[in-house]
């Protein structure tokens, strides 16, 4: 195709020359290639637009559902009757294909006036009917920190700020606010640098401290006296029941600890 558009660009200057400056008094045909008197290039068609092609494989700039059967292509025009801009990769003129944006590398901005910063981004509603597939499994926020963190530190609020965490670092502690994730599934809020991002929910890995108690597949955690670090929760009795200490809890170990320090997976279930 490309080595098609490169000829027909040769051919059009070599024949036409400088008469194709002078499109706005009479249309010009190459065989099936025209420019018409308002300046409009059709490759293989007669241009309804700027600048539209049409071939085998066919890449329409002034059309939508223009593709004819047994064409190959890509549709890009206006659908009066969805009352949209359409953009439509077609097989045979009868079969939707997937599009692919920027396999090689480069951003997707929608909706932006700027260059977009991630991989996808957008100003405005995401709406889905149908299951979004994430790669990891917990859920995050951009919470404000008083330091920055690694990845797997046990957080609790800090009682001298407002909506703020630091790294745990007494047993028990009822301010328990989460982990600090790696890569989270889904994450909220606005980043920041003096930001972290908080799991509050799914799974992810963490700190453990399994030097008083080993920690087993199933054990319930709640944060140690070591900086950013969870142990097993030792239950206590309450009237012949034992029972966890409400607001301390952290998750579940989803894998074990027997000795000393290391980061296992935890189902997050903060309560």
């Known amino acids: 195709m ?42 293989g068609t007669t241009a309804t637009g700027p600048f539209q ?58 909706g932006i006036s700027t260059a977009p910063t991630a991989t996808l981004e957008v100003n405005g509603t995401i709406r ?11 859920v995050a926020e951009w919470v404000p920190a008083a330091q920055a963190m690694e990845a797997g530190v046990v957080v609790v609020l800090d009682r001298e700020k407002t909506n703020q965490v630091v790294p745990s670092r007494n047993a028990y502690d009822t301010a328990v606010a989460g982990v600090v994730s790696a890569k989270p599934g889904v994450l909220l809020g606005e980043e920041s640098g003096s930001k972290a991002k908080i799991a509050t929910t799914g799974r992810v890995h963490v700190h453990a401290d399994a030097t008083t108690a080993p920690i087993r597949v199933g054990d319930l955690l709640v944060t140690s006296d070591k900086r950013g670090m969870a142990m097993r929760s030792e239950p206590i009795e309450v009237s012949g029941v034992k029972i966890h200490r409400p607001g301390t809890l952290i998750g579940k170990a989803l894998e074990p600890l027997p000795t000393g320090e290391g980061d296992i997976l935890v189902l997050l279930s903060l309560q």
């Open 128 to 138: 889905a009917t149908q299951v979004i597939g994430a790669t990891y499994q917990d």
């Open 53 to 110: 092609i049409q071939s085998d494989y066919m890449v329409s700039l002034a059309c939508s559902g223009c593709i004819p059967q047994g064409k190959h292509g890509i549709e890009m025009g206006y659908a009066w009757w969805l009352d949209a801009g359409v953009l439509q990769a077609m097989y045979q003129g009868t079969a939707y294909k997937p599009i692919l944006l920027n396999p090689y590398g480069g951003n997707v901005g929608i």
């Open 2 to 43: 490309i080595k098609r558009l490169l000829t027909l660009s040769v051919l059009l200057v070599s024949v036409a020359g400088p008469a194709v400056a002078d499109c706005t008094t009479q249309p010009w045909t190459f065989g099936s290639n025209t420019i018409s008197t308002n300046c409009y290039l059709g490759i």
